[in-house]
């Protein structure tokens, strides 16, 4: 058998054509472009000026029949297609490092809160901070004719960055940043945000201190290092020595990490535990159960986020916050910008992040 490998252009219509994708929907026996044309009465031509709201070019019974046949035989437009004849797909690949917990819900809502107003879709993908999936991911959504990515990278950004514009797709990378003037990125600036709680925690009178954090590697970035080297350096120049508990998704369990505070913690000293990941919070403070009476005065608890629950505890516990949605809000936005114009000239954007303090410390 032989399997044709070429375009079909329509002879009437200048930008109405088959690609090679719908050829093969035809040959499957999907519903094509084709079938709705028939089916209404009208040229391809006004069913793609449907289908792109271009409704200036069609009159009322015309878009009356059109819809009409695409409820009937329940037609959707190829993507793959669409990208092929360099249509826009109104559809954003956002690539997240883990698209598991609260914090990547946080960062799409805020993206989709721009996106949904102008019209376009996001297709969301985790790739669990490995640059394999990280390029799997991207692309695939190349292949589905995504307009434009929104991604928090690993290391590999470079390579990432590099691959997206060869496709003449712009990018915008968050929650890092890369240094380069000639990409764009948006980021909370968590350094100076943890920096300036803990330089708080010591002139309100700590003298421990206790960090449980999940353990910096290559691929965490920005994600886990900056933090880390905010808290570390905030003691240094202040000459004070921290314990670290390292912590996964895994353990240590809520009764193994109460045992490791028996030999940490002293009523001797006022010591702040200082939990550096947001999953971690609520295994830690169901640790210290046992030592919340002793909160804030011998014994303080800072966290990282968690706001949904955090002033719901007894004691209510203090948290550094980063402008999350806003990021997300602002990386949409930023990126909208490039796809409206290619000359647009890429930005950069730092925000700053806060610290809602409540009766766990102060």
């Not at 069913?47 to 009356?64: C, D, I, R």
């Not at 390579?159 to 990378?173: L, Q, S």
């Not at 030999?263 to 010591?271: E, G, Q, V």
């Not at 011998?298 to 966290?303: A, V």
């Amino acid at each position: 058998m032989i399997v044709k490998k070429y375009l079909t252009f329509s002879a009437s219509v200048g930008e109405d054509f088959l690609t090679v994708t719908e050829e093969a929907d035809m040959a499957a026996g999907r519903v094509t472009i084709v079938d709705v044309a028939k089916l209404a009465g009208t040229s391809t031509a006004s069913v793609s000026y449907y289908l792109n709201g271009k409704l200036e070019k069609l009159g009322a019974p015309t878009q009356q029949r059109i819809a009409a046949a695409i409820r009937e035989t329940g037609y959707v437009p190829n993507a793959q297609a669409q990208a092929l004849s360099g249509k826009p797909t109104h559809v954003i690949g956002l690539v997240l490092l883990d698209n598991t917990n609260l914090w990547a819900g946080q960062i799409q809502s805020g993206v989709e809160s721009v996106a949904r107003d102008v019209g376009f879709q996001t297709v969301v993908c985790g790739t669990n901070f490995s640059r394999k999936n990280e390029q799997a991911c991207v692309e695939k959504l190349l292949s589905l004719g995504v307009d434009g990515f929104i991604i928090q990278p690993t290391s590999n950004f470079k390579a990432i960055h590099d691959r997206v514009r060869r496709a003449g797709r712009p990018v915008v990378f968050f929650d890092c940043d890369t240094f380069d003037l000639s990409t764009s990125w948006v980021k909370a600036n968590l350094y100076d945000g943890v920096y300036t709680a803990i330089q708080t925690c010591i002139e309100s009178g700590y003298d421990r201190f206790v960090s449980v954090a999940a353990p910096s590697t290559q691929m965490s970035l920005r994600t886990r290092i900056e933090r880390s080297s905010a808290f570390s350096d905030v003691l240094s120049a202040h000459n004070i020595d921290y314990t670290e508990i390292l912590i996964d998704h895994d353990g240590p369990s809520v009764t193994e990490l109460y045992e490791k505070f028996k030999y940490t913690l002293s009523p001797a000293h006022r010591t702040l535990v200082f939990v550096q990941n947001q999953w971690a919070l609520s295994r830690v403070f169901q640790a210290l159960e046992y030592s919340r009476d002793l909160m804030p005065d011998k014994i303080g608890l800072l966290g990282l986020n968690c706001t949904e629950w955090t002033a719901l505890t007894t004691p209510t516990i203090s948290t550094i916050i980063e402008p999350v949605r806003q990021e997300g809000r602002l990386a949409c936005q930023m990126l909208l910008e490039l796809l409206d114009n290619e000359d647009a000239r890429p930005r950069q954007e730092i925000l700053s992040c806060r610290t809602r303090w409540m009766a766990s410390t102060l």
